[in-house]
């Protein structure tokens, strides 16, 4: 069958774009790694206080080798108290309901990222297209001569062959 060369043409453009896209979107990653959003010294500041006043649950305690309240000279919590009864605690949580511990929200994500990732995205639309488009301008999937059987490795003889 003849080669569609319109659409191989089309491909090899589709194919440099995504080559084009790809690194712009390299070149955004590194820009947010460089200028990206950091803490503000006053900002990590203000959070240290209130995570030095919660106490830690009483198995991070036992966790990281730190003393009871009786141990280190202070009066233990009463037998049914619960745990968390301190205002210490609640004022870490900061009323935070549906946050995943180590996970950024939508807002702390700077516009670097934001472009990099759209970048690489639309690097893999036009990478997906390129190959589909090679497969249909040769009228068969990509790499469908990689078997011994096709008519390109029964045109060379083989090493066996021409050794006699």
């Known amino acids: 069958m003849p080669v569609n060369t319109g659409l191989a043409d089309i491909s090899n453009d589709f194919l ?3 080559v084009v896209i790809y690194a712009l979107a390299m070149l955004a990653y590194a820009c947010d790694f460089a200028y990206g959003k950091k803490k503000l010294p006053a900002v990590r500041a203000a959070t ?21 309240a009786a141990a280190a000279g202070g009066t233990p919590p009463a037998a049914g108290a619960p745990p968390a009864a301190s205002s210490g ?10 946050v995943i511990k180590g996970v950024p929200s939508r807002e702390s994500v700077g516009r670097w990222v934001t472009i990099a990732v759209v970048l690489t995205s639309l690097g893999l639309a036009a990478h997906v297209s390129g190959v589909v488009l090679r497969g ?8 469908a001569t990689c078997t011994s059987s096709s008519p390109r490795s029964r045109a060379w003889p083989s090493p066996s062959s021409s050794a006699s």
Do not use: C, I, Q
Request: proline share 7%; aromatic share 0%.
């Open 48 to 68: 240290v206080p209130a995570m030095a006043a919660a106490e830690p649950a009483h198995d991070e305690a036992a966790l990281v080798g730190a003393t009871s």
């Open 16 to 18: 440099l774009a995504a």
């Open 89 to 98: 605690t609640a004022a870490a949580s900061g009323g935070a309901t549906g």
């Open 136 to 143: 249909l301008s040769v009228h068969r999937l990509p790499g």
